[in-house]
């Protein structure tokens, strides 16, 4: 309903993850190029994982595209709930495997043929599942197994698992350290810092179909990264309620009071309050501190020399 009123042509603050709004940082850019690189190489296990609405998914459909676009069969499991007969005929679904067979000796047998023959093509085959910090310990040993359908060479079937961090505890685990240890790619995704935010809603709004005159001022932009701690998922919702906002009473500039009132209506100033208190402190800061903290030893160390060197000599210990 906005729109037209901001001049725009689609929503630009959708959160459904569309492959064309993804912004690439340094971190996404690394990830997306671990995953080309593993899949191109027949590396057979990749890992991605992030914190939730850091743009996993977002990622994982623009490595869609490009496979479709190269005709690479792909296989993409969103639902994680599944047990081991679930997942495979699922997998064998959706390569477009026919199979009615519910033996899955048989069903295996089949998978390794048609893997096999798209290997002697010159071609290679990519299952993908989301959110596999779900999957039990049976369905993860199972797709252990998978990466056993092999040449003497290479890997005929690429795994891509992306997971919340939790998932990298899981594989820590045990009973899943042969999973772990075929694991020869990890990426992962992150947050935005403040100029990444500010370029990230700049560049939605224009993919969008802005003109480029500023809707947000600078100050809601900062706001916005406050808030959200530079999490996707958490200025796009922030940015739409602010737009809705922003039409209901007839304002071409998002200010940062309209920011306020809708982190208020989302109780993300409490919330991320608390966040950042109890949020680690990032690398760069830590390595200051330490270097901080060694500068002043060294002169503490040098001035009590200083003042040895000039007490009397029947004073010093």
Not at 200 to 211: D, K, V
Request: glycine share 4%.
């Amino acid at each position: 309903m906005y729109k037209e009123f901001f001049g725009l042509r689609a929503n630009p603050f959708n959160v459904n993850p569309d492959p064309r709004y993804l912004y690439l940082t340094r971190h996404t850019e690394e990830a997306l190029a671990c995953l080309t690189y593993g899949i191109q190489s027949r590396k057979g296990f990749v890992l991605l994982t992030g914190e939730v609405g850091t743009g996993k998914t977002t990622l994982i459909n623009k490595l869609m595209e490009w496979l479709r676009l190269q005709q690479v069969a792909t296989a993409f499991i969103f639902n994680s709930r599944m047990d081991v007969p679930q997942l495979l005929d699922y997998m064998m679904a959706d390569f477009g495997i026919p199979c009615d067979t519910k033996s899955k000796s048989e069903l295996l047998q089949r998978l390794y043929n048609w893997l096999l023959d798209r290997y002697r093509a010159g071609e290679t085959a990519v299952l993908v599942i989301d959110e596999a910090q779900n999957l039990s310990d049976e369905v993860l040993e199972e797709i252990r197994m998978m990466t056993n359908l092999e040449t003497f060479t290479e890997k005929l079937l690429q795994i891509v698992l992306v997971g919340q961090p939790e998932l990298e505890q899981r594989l820590k685990q045990p009973q899943l350290r042969q999973l772990r240890q075929r694991l020869t790619l990890r990426a992962k995704t992150h947050p935005f810092n403040l100029e990444e935010t500010k370029s990230y809603i700049t560049q939605r709004l224009r993919i969008a179909g802005s003109n480029g005159e500023p809707i947000f001022d600078t100050d809601a932009t900062t706001a916005i990264f406050r808030y959200s701690l530079g999490i996707p998922r958490v200025i796009n919702l922030v940015c739409e309620h602010c737009l809705v906002s922003a039409f209901v009473d007839q304002k071409k500039t998002v200010a940062v009071e309209v920011v306020d009132s809708v982190a208020r209506d989302f109780d993300l100033a409490e919330g991320n309050a608390a966040a950042s208190m109890t949020a680690p402190v990032p690398p760069s800061e830590k390595f200051d501190l330490v270097d901080a903290l060694r500068t002043l030893a060294t002169l503490a160390d040098r001035l009590r020399q200083s003042e040895q060197q000039d007490l009397p000599k029947e004073r010093k210990l």
